[in-house]
């Protein structure tokens, strides 16, 4: 397959984030220094010269044009005058790619604001400043200035097998594995779960980290910084802690509903039927709280029923009602918000 090598920004940088005019890519058969093809097209008919050399085809004199690639490659950057650069060469670069994954995190990439990892040891980071290049995010000392680490958390599933400290949500409840399972449901009493409310409980004698997450009762809280000892979460959220909803991470977990009862904000709320589902009280949340109702393409034929909290009403272009059906065959979301108030609109 032709895939395209996509550089960070359009430019590359020094372990100093100097520029590098007129610098040079190398590009080799995986894990060797045996030169490989790359191309300046999709359709693979016009090879670039190898080493690619910054400022050539159009592009700016620190600046690499398009380069498309066939396959997996080891990569080398160094400067205009042969100079191999920090961090560099990089095995395995190229390979397929699946839209929505995290990519690994590496060295050589100068991230900017907002950028979404995985580091060495599988857990998920969110960049938090840019220029932001050759800062490990698993490390300590780059957390929270460079990184903040989030979590993604979904719905349990029967045929997965869940390690040691793999999370899942199960009838509204998150619980942590406490060791390998699979097709072992999860409840209070499980040998293989225990409910991550009593697992991650804030205890003031605990140092946290950055992006580590604590529980004060069933009210779960993102720490903000390292060295976080002895600073109780509040709801309210500090320097120290924040309530999870203020977070990335409140948008990153999928509760799966049937049978009808109540919406949560704050979180994807996965419809598998057509029953009828209660929105939270729009002023139990802060104005511009996000809720997120979804039906997926298996269910697709469902037309679940969405209705107000009391005296609120849901608003769209169209004017107000007291509820929705979802009822379109090929809509799989709607992305609601409230006002604080008395409405929820989309």
Do not use: C
Not at 58 to 71: K, N, T, V
Not at 116 to 127: A, C
């Amino acid at each position: 397959m032709t895939e395209r090598f996509y550089p960070p920004f359009a430019r590359f940088f020094t372990s100093d984030l100097k520029t590098l005019p007129g610098a040079l890519l190398y590009f080799y058969i995986n894990g060797t220094t045996t030169p490989k093809t790359v191309y300046q097209d999709a359709a693979k008919t016009n090879p670039h010269a190898n080493p690619v050399v910054a400022g050539t085809l159009g592009a700016g004199a620190d600046q690499f044009p398009a380069i498309f690639l066939d396959g997996t490659y080891t990569v080398e950057l160094k400067n205009s005058a042969g100079v191999t650069q920090a961090g560099w060469p990089q095995n395995n670069v190229g390979g397929e790619r699946v839209e929505g994954q995290f990519d690994s995190y590496s060295s050589i990439n100068n991230y900017g604001v907002g950028d979404l990892v995985t580091g060495s040891d599988g857990q998920r980071y969110e960049s938090q400043s840019t220029p932001n290049l050759n800062r490990d995010p698993t490390l300590l000392a780059n957390r929270p200035t460079y990184w903040k680490q989030i979590h993604l958390e979904q719905e349990y599933d029967a045929d997965a097998t869940y390690e040691i400290g793999q999370q899942a949500i199960h009838s509204g409840l998150e619980y942590v594995a406490t060791s390998q399972t699979k097709g072992n449901t999860p409840s209070s009493n499980s040998a293989y779960w225990k409910l991550a409310a009593e697992h991650f409980a804030w205890n003031s004698s605990t140092t946290y980290a950055s992006g580590a997450a604590a529980y004060v009762g069933y009210k779960k809280y993102i720490s903000q910084q390292n060295t976080n000892l002895n600073h109780t979460p509040t709801d309210a959220g500090d320097a120290w802690w924040k309530p999870e909803w203020m977070t990335i991470d409140g948008l990153t977990k999928d509760v799966s509903l049937s049978g009808g009862g109540s919406l949560t904000a704050y979180r994807v709320n996965s419809i598998i039927d057509s029953g009828t589902y209660t929105f939270p009280a729009a002023n139990s949340v802060p104005a511009q709280s996000v809720l997120i109702v979804r039906k997926s393409e298996r269910y697709r034929a469902a037309q679940p029923i969405v209705q107000r909290s009391g005296s609120d009403l849901i608003r769209n272009s169209s004017g107000t009602d007291t509820q929705l059906q979802f009822d379109w065959p090929y809509k799989t979301e709607i992305v609601f918000t409230s006002n604080g108030s008395n409405e929820w609109s989309y």
